[in-house]
């Protein structure tokens, strides 16, 4: 006797790469359409462009975002160069005004030959320079802090443009898709209008859904449900 046991499944390859439409970040990700596609049942090597989707909207916001960030580092460098300027004003201001202090405090001395009228006077110039002079080192002070922190609202938002700018660049890259090995190429249906299908150059796929797989057919196995009393008849 030959004893036939019918089981059903699938056939299938032992390695084999899905490709499904990559996840964008940051801003501007726009619509995923496939520009460039692969022929199906293709022999394509590690490399080989599998999928291309529309890069123009990732493309031009990466323009976009490069030409802010460098205005806003050109602004940071025109910023500081002014406030090095307003700094070194500032600290002529301050030498000059401690000069003062100090010239008035000679003239304090003389107060016992001068008249009473002319020690007044001094005293009161005295008095006025220190004034000034604690006047200006408590508003130095102040300019720088509101210094930095100008130049650091600069910088937040040349960094927030910068990281725009890299999303821009990564997200571009990532609309390109290549083969991650040998093999055939074998499409995937998925969901379209009127039904399943297999994806076209036009579609409109969205991030995350695979729609291809890459499969190498030199290794193949099977894949079925048999019967746990029908294993022992297996070979």
Same mark, same amino acid.
């Given at each position: 006797f030959v004893r036939r046991l019918r089981i059903h499944g699938t056939v299938e390859a032992v390695q084999f790469r899905a490709v499904a439409a990559p996840r964008l970040s940051g801003p501007g990700m726009g619509t995923m359409i496939i520009t460039k596609l692969v022929a199906p049942?293709? *022999?394509?090597?590690? $490399? @080989?462009?599998? =999928?291309e989707f529309d890069r123009q909207n990732q493309e031009r916001n990466f323009l976009d975002r490069q030409a802010e960030f460098r205005d806003l580092e050109e602004q940071i460098k025109k910023r500081r160069a002014d406030q090095d300027a307003a700094r070194a004003r500032d600290d002529t201001e301050l030498k000059q005004s401690e000069n003062d202090v100090a010239a008035a405090a000679l003239e304090i001395r003389r107060n016992e030959v001068i008249s009473r009228i002319d020690a007044e006077k001094n005293q009161q110039n005295l008095e006025e320079a220190k004034a000034r002079f604690q006047q200006l080192k408590e508003t130095y002070n102040l300019k720088r802090t509101a210094a930095a922190a100008d130049v650091r609202i600069l910088e937040i938002q040349r960094d927030r443009a910068g990281n725009a700018m890299r999303h821009a660049q990564e997200n571009a890259q990532k609309l390109i898709i290549r083969s991650p090995l040998s093999g055939i190429v074998v499409f995937t249906p998925i $969901?379209?209008? $009127?039904?399943? /299908?297999?994806?076209?150059? /036009? @579609?409109?796929?969205?991030? /995350? *859904?695979?729609?291809?797989?890459? =499969? @190498?057919?030199?290794a193949m196995q099977v894949r079925a449900r048999v019967n746990q009393a029908d294993v022992p008849f297996l070979r």
């Amino acid at each position: 006797f030959v004893r036939r046991l019918r089981i059903h499944g699938t056939v299938e390859a032992v390695q084999f790469r899905a490709v499904a439409a990559p996840r964008l970040s940051g801003p501007g990700m726009g619509t995923m359409i496939i520009t460039k596609l692969v022929a199906p049942g293709a *022999t394509v090597k590690p $490399g @080989d462009v599998l =999928v291309e989707f529309d890069r123009q909207n990732q493309e031009r916001n990466f323009l976009d975002r490069q030409a802010e960030f460098r205005d806003l580092e050109e602004q940071i460098k025109k910023r500081r160069a002014d406030q090095d300027a307003a700094r070194a004003r500032d600290d002529t201001e301050l030498k000059q005004s401690e000069n003062d202090v100090a010239a008035a405090a000679l003239e304090i001395r003389r107060n016992e030959v001068i008249s009473r009228i002319d020690a007044e006077k001094n005293q009161q110039n005295l008095e006025e320079a220190k004034a000034r002079f604690q006047q200006l080192k408590e508003t130095y002070n102040l300019k720088r802090t509101a210094a930095a922190a100008d130049v650091r609202i600069l910088e937040i938002q040349r960094d927030r443009a910068g990281n725009a700018m890299r999303h821009a660049q990564e997200n571009a890259q990532k609309l390109i898709i290549r083969s991650p090995l040998s093999g055939i190429v074998v499409f995937t249906p998925i $969901g379209r209008p $009127g039904g399943m /299908g297999e994806v076209q150059e /036009g @579609d409109e796929v969205r991030p /995350g *859904t695979p729609f291809l797989q890459v =499969v @190498d057919p030199s290794a193949m196995q099977v894949r079925a449900r048999v019967n746990q009393a029908d294993v022992p008849f297996l070979r």
